[in-house]
Structures are given as C-alpha cells and as structure tokens.
C-alpha cells in the first residue's frame, strides 16, 4: 500500500513544468578545520528549500567538511537528450570538484549521499571518481527511465513523452549511460549503503530491489536498509533526520 504522505506529495506535486533552459548548477562548500573526510550531497530535484540541511549540520558534527550542490531548473523533463548531459554535467562538476578539493585539502575519506532522483548523479559520481570511498543512495531506482515511467511525481513528464510517441523503451535507451545500474563498475572496494521502502509509491521498491541485485551480481556487497511503511518521502526524510552518517 502507498503511505498517504507519497499519494498526497504526489498529487500536489505531479506535474513538472519548470523544466529546460538553464540548470542553474550551483554549490556550497563548508570547511571544518583540519577535517580528513568530505561528505558531498547530491540534488534531488530542484528545490527552493534547504532540503539537506538537517544531514549538513550532523555531517559537520561529525567533523566532515561538506560539498552540497543545488540546481534551479528540474533534472527530468520531455526532452530526453537535455535530461541526459544534465545528469552528465553535475557528475563532471562534482568529479572535477573533488579532485580539486581532494589535492587542496587531503581529503582521505570521501562520502557521496543522493536520495530519491539525486542517486542517479550519486552512483555516478561514484562510480567516475577514484577519490570516492562510500556511496549512500535513499530510495534509488536502478534505471532513470523507469522511474519516471512509474512515479507519482512525473506522470506529467511520461504523457509528454507519449504524446510526442515516445516509449519507455526509447526513453531507457536514451538515458542509459546515466541510470544507475549501468554505473557499477567503479563502485568495487568502496561502501555502499542503500535505503528501500516496501511501499514506495513514488519510486517503486522493485526498481531499488533490482538495483542492489545488480550490485551483487557485479560483485559489490552493498548494505540494504529495507522498510515497510516509510514509503518514499518518509524514507527520505528518516535518512535525513536520523540516518547513519559516515
């Protein structure tokens, strides 16, 4: 069954029109003194409000220094190229970011966070960057097309789709080099924790179960943290809150 909070965030904000133009890719750096450790936070989705800040403050608690990004325009929209290279250009930000940062500081521990749509560039940048030593994806999918096929939050973006005759299948084939399971090949010796719900409603659990079933396949040995009731925005908001952090 989907939680009322996944049917109720899904019916207020099903449609997804502020899509295109610019990506508006920023980020922000917080340094805490003689820090050996970087947590970066991946964007879910544009947001105005400050989505990570209960995770920021109990990373910097911990002593790690932290590298948030936001972007201003929506990650997933009807036009499949423009959807891939945004996905493509935060990962070669984010990879170009912590290498710099990496060299700068001497960082030896690196933490990549992303929950819901913000795994895809997690696994990504994971999967790109030698420097990175643990990813954490909370309420992942295996693939991009997938999801948004199926989710509450896009249903609008999948009629577009339709209406310009575009199937799904064409949609997987177009954002393949960007779905997570086909960035698993970096991820050998580092950590991975994966968060599911049973009852996700906006990115339905067997899309996550499938993901950490490649990851076993490809040799990996990811820790699931599984629910049953927490849905999709409870899984989210429990990480956030009270998840483990590094």
């Known amino acids: 069954m989907i939680p ?22 920023s980020s922000e750096l ?6 050996t450790g970087l947590c970066v936070l991946m964007p879910p989705w544009k947001t105005e409000a400050d989505y990570y800040k209960p995770v920021r403050k ?8 932290c590298l948030e990004y936001r972007v201003t325009s929506s990650l997933i929209s009807p036009d499949h190229t423009y959807t891939a290279h945004s996905f493509m250009a935060i990962r070669d930000q984010a ?10 500081h ?21 999967n790109s960057s030698p420097h990175v030593t643990k990813a954490v994806l909370v309420a992942p999918g295996n693939c991009l097309a997938e999801s948004l096929w199926h989710g509450l939050k896009t249903r609008n973006v999948r009629a577009l789709f339709e209406e310009q005759g ?9 954002w393949a080099a960007v779905s997570p399971e086909n960035n698993l090949s970096g991820l050998r010796g580092k950590e ?11 990115i339905p659990y067997r899309f996550g179960r499938s993901l950490v079933q490649s990851m076993r396949a490809a040799g990996l040995e990811p820790a699931v943290f599984e629910n049953a009731f927490l849905g999709h925005y409870g899984t989210v908001l429990n990480y956030l809150w009270r998840g483990k952090i590094v």
């Open 4 to 25: 009322v909070l996944d049917r109720l965030i899904g019916a207020f904000r099903g449609t997804v029109d502020d899509f295109g133009g610019d990506l508006g890719l």
């Open 30 to 35: 917080s340094l805490e003194p003689g820090s």
């Open 58 to 65: 109990r990373i910097r608690a911990r002593g790690y220094s």
């Open 95 to 104: 990879v170009a970011d912590i290498e710099r940062l990496v060299r700068e």
């Open 106 to 126: 001497g960082f030896t521990a690196v933490q990549v966070i992303g929950v819901s749509i913000g795994c895809v560039e997690a696994a990504m940048v994971a």
């Open 166 to 174: 575009i199937s799904l299948a064409e949609v997987k084939r177009a």
């Open 192 to 202: 991975i924790e994966v968060y599911l719900s049973k009852s996700d409603g906006n």
